[in-house]
């Protein structure tokens, strides 16, 4: 199976890809019977930059949104 564009704009999304790590994404909530819930703002989050070493540079995060999805569409299309 090779690349597919999916697969590519995961990467990009992905915080752990450009070395950082953001945690508390869920939480535990005590009150209701030691449930995980996902935190949509009722904890704050952390972002560790530099956690471990970058696969995507940080520069790749400076190319505006329309411009990646293109560069992206047109390595997937020529199969690299």
Not at 20 to 33: A, E, I, M
Not at 62 to 70: A, E, I, Q, T, Y
Request: a positive charge.
């Amino acid at each position: 199976r090779g690349w597919t564009a999916t697969d590519v704009r995961y990467m990009i999304a992905n915080v752990r890809y450009c070395g950082s790590v953001l945690c508390q994404k869920t939480y535990t909530d005590h009150r209701n019977g030691h449930k995980q819930k996902v935190n949509k703002g009722e904890k704050p989050k952390y972002l560790i930059r530099n956690h471990h070493p970058a696969i995507i540079s940080e520069e790749w995060e400076r190319v505006p949104s329309f411009n990646k999805w293109s560069i992206v569409e047109a390595i997937i299309g020529r199969g690299w």
